[in-house]
């Protein structure tokens, strides 16, 4: 079974048949290093600024540059799908930099004019073309099989939409959030 904390495993309560139930909560999956600033500014396009400056001090190295961008930000209808984003963020993070870092999960409760724009992350299709999502993907089969859920074959290629957010939990909204709209989740 996955290593989730059991105050998020929240995937008895959400699957189904058709996939993970969805509402106007949401979760996002971060580093303990991020709070304080997500606590004053949100959630941001602009993602991790620490990560980015080091990504351009690394292209500036060779000679290279790169241009701002701004991301969409992630979001599941998951606890468990969210610590799991969370563990990988940790892990990116302690490739760069010193210090005790764990894995966050953030609810997020939008309000009704932002939930139109909560999109299926079809992005991933990449990842299930390459190698089958990896880890991702067996979390999630795990979690089906746990659940006693059967979990379709996904063809990337092929798979409407509505399968990344249901089937897989991968949703996505490109506008900033704010932060009375987050909570950190703990025991």
């Known amino acids: 079974m996955s290593n989730t904390p059991?105050?998020?495993?929240?995937?008895?309560?959400?699957?189904?048949?058709?996939?993970f139930a969805t509402g106007d909560v949401w979760y996002h999956g971060?580093?303990?290093?991020?709070?304080?600033?997500?606590?004053?500014?949100?959630?941001?396009?602009?993602?991790?600024?620490?990560?980015?400056?080091?990504?351009?001090?690394?292209?500036?190295?060779?000679?290279d540059s790169m241009a701002e961008s701004h991301e969409p930000i992630c979001l599941t209808q998951s606890k468990e799908l969210a610590?799991?984003?969370?563990?990988?963020?940790?892990?990116?993070?302690?490739?760069?930099f010193e210090g005790e870092e764990q894995p966050l999960v953030l609810e997020v409760t939008?309000?009704?004019?932002?939930?139109?724009?909560?999109?299926p992350d079809t992005g991933f299709a990449?990842?299930?073309l390459v190698d089958g999502g990896g880890k991702y993907m067996e979390l999630v089969q795990e979690l089906y099989k746990a659940n006693g859920v059967e979990l379709a074959e996904i063809d990337p290629l092929r798979a409407d939409r509505s399968v990344y957010l249901n089937a897989l939990g991968l949703a996505y909204i490109d506008k900033n959030i704010p932060p009375e709209y987050i909570t950190a989740l703990a025991e």
């Open 6 to 19: 059991a105050f998020l495993q929240d995937a008895k309560d959400l699957l189904t048949k058709d996939g």
């Open 30 to 63: 971060t580093s303990s290093a991020l709070l304080e600033s997500i606590q004053k500014q949100g959630l941001s396009r602009a993602g991790d600024k620490a990560m980015k400056h080091v990504r351009k001090s690394t292209l500036a190295t060779i000679g």
């Open 83 to 96: 610590y799991f984003w969370a563990t990988q963020t940790v892990r990116d993070r302690s490739v760069r």
């Open 110 to 119: 939008l309000p009704t004019e932002y939930q139109d724009l909560v999109k």
């Open 126 to 128: 990449g990842m299930l």
